[in-house]
């Protein structure tokens, strides 16, 4: 006959296999933007702060597949994206690099989030996705997006209108195309947003989310979940 306490314990395993399944397995869901489009996404998690995860370039949301699963068992809801062209989303309309949809997408996301009772929506986006990220936090009505991560984002025209709190993230030796550094366009763009916000330089070169692979991935995790645990 079990006792209590061993009775205790096995629900208490049951639980733990339950949430484990539920971190593992995303939830695939959709919703559509301001203009009618259709975005794709998996939702990892179940926490009242939402983390909306945007791709770059080279990118869908499978890529932060590792990255959800993290943050879900940190206790965040984590909603990662495709971007309208991308996997299940789209299609898109014209071929510009920075397409004026994909902030659309995001605050989509975003509002995704609010709709299900999300107490707390912050964005994270790396390269192209980082600047679809800032620009919807310029676009975003006030208090729509609590906080911003901007892995080497593509620079934005206005990024003093950017809402929330920011972490900008960049490699030291990250360069675009053979000979010309990023960081000092990230740190214009830092200097030129409003705080609270926070520079974070990484060692290496990788760009964008390639620095999740490098010996820098678990340091750049960590700080990510501080700056968006902290009051």
Known sequence: MRTAASLAVSLAAAFLLAWNARVAE????SFAAADGAVVHADRYGGGAHWVVLVHGARFDKASWAEQARALAEAGFTALAIDLRGYGRSGPREGSDLLHPGYPKDVLAAVRHARA??????????????????????????????????????A???EP????????????????????????????????????????????????????????EGERLMREIVRFLSAP
């Open 116 to 153: 299900n009772d999300a107490e707390t929506v912050s964005v994270v986006g790396g390269s192209l996705g980082g600047w679809a990220a800032g620009q919807a936090a310029v676009e975003a009505r006030p208090g729509e997006i609590d906080r911003l991560v901007l892995l080497a984002h």
């Open 26 to 29: 995303p939830e695939a869901v």
């Open 160 to 215: 003093e209108r950017m809402q929330g709190r920011k972490l900008f993230v960049l490699a030291r030796d990250d360069f675009r195309g053979e000979n010309t550094l990023r960081l000092p366009d990230i740190r214009e763009q830092y200097d030129r947003a409003t705080g609270p916000k926070e520079l974070l330089l990484l060692e290496g070169a990788a760009h964008a989310q390639h620095l999740f692979a490098t010996g």
């Open 155 to 157: 620079s934005l025209d």
